[in-house]
Structures are given as C-alpha cells and as structure tokens.
C-alpha cells in the first residue's frame, strides 16, 4: 500500500473561532509495551485539546512508519491492518467536512462518540465513566433548570467525595463497597453527624442510580447493593403547648427585627408548618378567596389553607407593603435569579433561628429552636388534641400510611382539616 498520510491531516473549522480539527494515527507509548506491542491509537485534536479512540490493534515498534501513519510489510497483517486505519482516516475527513459544509460546530469528543460502535461504547463506558465529571454536570443541569435545591445538595455530596479521593478523577467502577466504607468512616473520623453522612451517601446514590438509568454504568457495579446507608434517631423538635404558648404571649418591642421574626414563625405554625421557603416566597397572588394556595417547592405538592383570623392579623400589616416582586413577606429582595434566592432563604433561615433562640432563653425553654419546630408542634399540638396520625398527615401534605384512609381524606371536604387547624391554633394563641 502506497497511501501516506504526510503531516497531520488539517482541517479548519469556521465555527470554531479559527481553531482547526487535526487528527492523526499513531503509537501509544504511554501504556508498557506488552510482549513488545504497543497499540494504535487515533488522536483527534482541537487546539491544545484531544480525544482518543483505540484501534485495537497492536503491533511492534519497528512495524509502524510514523510519517505515513501506517503498518510496515514488515508485519504479517499489515494489509487489515491498513485498511482499519484508512477506513476510521475517511469516517473522520468525511465527518469533518461535512461538519464544514453544514456550518455545524464540531469536536474532538463528538467525533470519537461518533466513530465507536455501541458494544465499544457500553464498555468504555463500564470502565471510564466518572462519577465526579457525570455529577458535576447533573448539577449544571438542575441548576439551568431552576433546581436549585438538588443542585447544591449534589454539589455537596459530589465536592465531598472529591476530597476524599484527593480531587483525582474517579469511575463508577472504582466506588466499590469498599471505597464506600472508607468515605464512611473518614467522616466519621472528621466529626460529621450520621445523618449528615446519610444526606451525602443518599445523594451519591440517586447520582449513581441516575446514571444506570441512562446506560451510563451497568447495574451490576452498583456498589449500593450490599453497602447500608445508617441514620440516627433525631432529638424530637417539638414545643409542647405550653412552652408555644410562652414565644406566642413573650412581651417584644414592636416593629423591631425579633418581633418580626416571630410573627414569620407564627404563621409558619397557622399554615400548618407551611416550610419556611414557601411562607418567604408567598405572593398576594396566593391569597384567594380567604385562602393560601401555593404548591409547595420540595414536592410540587398544592396546598391549600384557609387563612385562620389570627393569620390574617398578622399578614394585615405586611400585605400592604408587598415589594416589587410582590411577595407579601419584606424579607427577600427578588426571586429571578435562583441561585441567589436560595442563597437568600438559607440566611434569612439562619438569621430567624438565632432570633428564635434568643426567644427560647427569654421564656427558660432549653430546646435548640428552630424554623422546622412549627411544623413538628403543630403535629404534636394536633396529636395531644385527640386526631389521628391519618388526620394530621392530610394537615402537613405527607403521604398516609393506610392507603384507604388516603383515599378517603383525599376526597374529603377541607372543612374537616380546617376545623383541626384551627383548634390547633387556638390550642396555643
């Protein structure tokens, strides 16, 4: 065979802000050389950036001719050998220019992908995933689409690992149950609670479960199988009647930042627990008809709450002073950009949670006070009044545990779970 290649093919790209698609065949020394063999590999370049793929071919150095790029007669199957190499050489000059005349952007990697049959892809996919790289991008996505909750949770878990495995890259196939283990104990060993540990073992595993579902990964390196994610039992985050009795009648200074902070827990407790992210979010626009309806953002649940006198009291001396965005709360400053938003509902959860543990020493209650303990006491609250746990999982929107009864209280009339809200409110104020 006469075809040389010369220097590496060039071929320029008009989209590609003037850097050119090169490529070019050539012996993979990096890799020690086994029984003399070195294999062939096609090298695709885009400036100072490359993509390889190899030909699964193998040969001796002195049967290679680096200037032609082709196997030397001196190796018995130079001739197959050749015609693999000139045939991925017309795949990638074809895929180039038609890239050219369509005036479509391509790269390295998007001609790789292109050229590997799917078998190959399934097991460069087996072995050479990364879960780092694949998480990373799964939190760009949830980001641009306005998740983001998930996203910084994935970032998280992700941002962890990566320090565990000293910021080197890290496959699937390489999280086994042992590596699993040892992330385990090595937070441990940094002093991080159990449940904290489970939030980033649980992420880690919706990522890698994500990524069996998109073929990603096989299912059978799923390391999650036979390694058991542990929690801890919390210390119970309630307020019994009396001690919310005590914030509700605290004598403050009206108008001054802790008397609001109380008033935004207050109604967090009369909208059932609304979570402390809706209650900042509501708009005029969720009031209707003597309502709250609002769909709430952890679950895309609706809700739907009738707004109790006492409630309404409280909203009467925020509701005319709506910002521009018009949320009916003066805490946050804008809701366009997500990010920011959520950076802005975690410090104004921060800054009420110190408010409201100055509120727990004024009134003696030694209990680390927080957003979440609405919630929790207006389903303590609503226990100690006598209704059942059915009764108080239609209040706070979860999931019920007889099925029947779900049912049921999923046609039921509001007038049953308004009447249990507003005896828990009265319970209390």
């Keep these: 065979m006469n075809t040389s290649f010369g220097q590496v093919a060039k071929w320029p790209h008009a989209n590609l802000n003037c850097v050119s698609i090169t490529f070019k065949f050539l012996l993979n020394k990096r890799r020690e050389a086994q029984e003399g063999n070195y294999p062939i590999i096609l090298r695709v370049y885009e400036g100072a950036n490359y993509k390889e793929l190899s030909l699964k071919i193998k040969i001796h150095e002195q049967d290679w001719c680096e200037r032609q790029q082709l196997v030397l007669p001196t190796n018995e199957s130079f001739e197959i050998h050749n015609a693999k190499i000139l045939g991925y050489k017309s795949k990638v000059q074809k895929l180039i220019l038609l890239a050219e005349l369509g005036e479509q952007k391509i790269n390295p990697a998007e001609v790789i992908n292109i050229l590997v049959p799917k078998a190959a892809k399934a097991e460069a996919r087996t072995v050479k995933?990364?879960?780092i790289k694949y998480g990373e991008e799964q939190v760009k996505a949830?980001?641009?689409s306005g998740k983001v909750g998930n996203a910084f949770a994935y970032s998280c878990a992700i941002n962890k690992l990566k320090a565990f495995v000293k910021n080197r890259d890290l496959s699937f196939e390489d999280l086994t149950f042992k590596m699993l283990n040892d992330f385990n104990n090595a937070m441990l060993v940094e002093g991080i609670k159990v449940n904290s540990i489970s939030v980033y073992m649980r992420t880690i595993r919706a990522i890698y479960n994500r990524a069996i579902n998109e073929g990603i990964v096989p299912s059978t390196l799923y390391p999650f199988a036979a390694f058991k994610i542990k929690n801890e039992r919390t210390v119970s985050r309630t307020l019994t009647t009396a001690e919310f009795k005590a914030i509700v009648n605290l004598e403050l200074p009206v108008n001054t930042p802790i008397w609001h902070w109380r008033n935004y827990f207050m109604l967090s407790f009369c909208f059932r627990g609304i979570n402390f992210a809706d209650l900042l979010t509501l708009r005029e626009s969720n009031i209707i008809d003597g309502r709250v309806i609002?769909?709430?953002?952890?679950?895309?649940?609706?809700?739907?709450?009738?707004?109790?006198?006492i409630a309404e009291s409280i909203l009467q001396g925020y509701r005319r002073h709506t910002n521009p965005d018009g949320l009916i709360l003066p805490v946050l400053k804008q809701t366009k950009d997500l990010v920011k938003l959520k950076k802005d509902i975690w410090?104004?959860?921060k800054t009420c949670n110190e408010y409201l543990q100055r509120i727990?020493?004024?009134?003696?209650?030694?209990?680390?006070?927080t957003t979440y303990y609405a919630r929790y006491s207006w389903a303590n609250i609503a226990r100690s009044l006598g209704y059942s746990k059915d009764m108080i999982a239609e209040g706070l929107g979860h999931e019920y545990g007889n099925r029947v009864t779900g049912i049921y209280l999923d046609n039921y009339d509001n007038d049953v779970i308004d009447a249990m809200n507003e005896a828990v409110i009265r319970s209390v104020m």
């Design 129 to 131: 995933a990364s879960i």
């Design 142 to 144: 949830l980001t641009e």
């Design 294 to 309: 609002f769909r709430r953002k952890k679950t895309g649940k609706i809700y739907s709450i009738k707004i109790d006198s």
């Design 347 to 349: 410090q104004a959860i």
């Design 360 to 369: 727990a020493d004024k009134c003696s209650i030694e209990k680390g006070i």
